[in-house]
């Protein structure tokens, strides 16, 4: 999501799905400060496209580690109806490419009142790869963060104007993903 560019040592901005296991580095991403998350107003276009493909991200992720947070009922569907939805994103970034600043403002997405929306996402992310990576026992925990991180992208995703006939079919997965992960973090819940 946009929100989980954090600073790294040496000043440069890192992202952390390169830093969870089996997506990159392996090494484990910082909790907290949501200050750092996004650019806080000054690239609002840009954080934008950044959630868009960190959301695509994120599903791969799911899609390729489902085991606890996707009930094993819908394994088999999964990855092929991925390969289908994740071809969808590219033609809604270059859409998205189109949308004036004023629509995006309109919409509320700039400024402050973005960030905040940003700063949601990227607090429930957080605790989300916090639960992956430390291995919090239950599996509904995961899944239950998951669910509150693909809920929070809603706020976004339903909000970014003149695009959204592209970004039904992502909305739809990505409405599943998280029924579905609310039903493993229902039925398994935290032990």
Not at 60 to 89: I, S
Not at 94 to 113: H, K, P, Q, W, Y
Request: proline share 6%; hydrophobic share 45%.
């Amino acid at each position: 999501m946009a929100g989980i560019r954090e600073p790294v040592e040496d000043g440069e901005s890192g992202d952390l799905l390169d830093r969870v296991p089996g997506s990159g580095a392996g090494q484990e991403p910082p909790v907290g400060d949501l200050g750092t998350a996004f650019s806080q107003g000054g690239d609002d276009r840009g954080d934008l496209e950044r959630f868009l493909r960190d959301l695509e991200r994120l599903l791969a992720y799911v899609v390729d580690n489902p085991d606890g947070l996707v009930p094993e009922e819908l394994h088999t569907y999964l990855r092929p109806a991925w390969a289908v939805v994740q071809r969808r994103f590219e033609p809604a970034l270059a859409a998205l490419r189109e949308v004036t600043d004023s629509e995006l403002e309109a919409a509320g997405l700039a400024g402050s009142e973005f960030a905040f929306k940003l700063g949601a996402v990227s607090f429930a992310h957080q605790r989300f790869w916090t639960r992956v990576i430390s291995h919090v026992p239950g599996a509904g925990m995961a899944a239950g963060a998951l669910a509150t991180t693909l809920r929070l992208c809603d706020v976004v995703l339903d909000s970014i104007p003149g695009i959204k006939l592209l970004l039904e079919p992502i909305s739809e997965f990505k409405g599943v993903v998280e029924a579905t992960a609310d039903t493993v973090a229902f039925v398994v819940g935290p032990e």
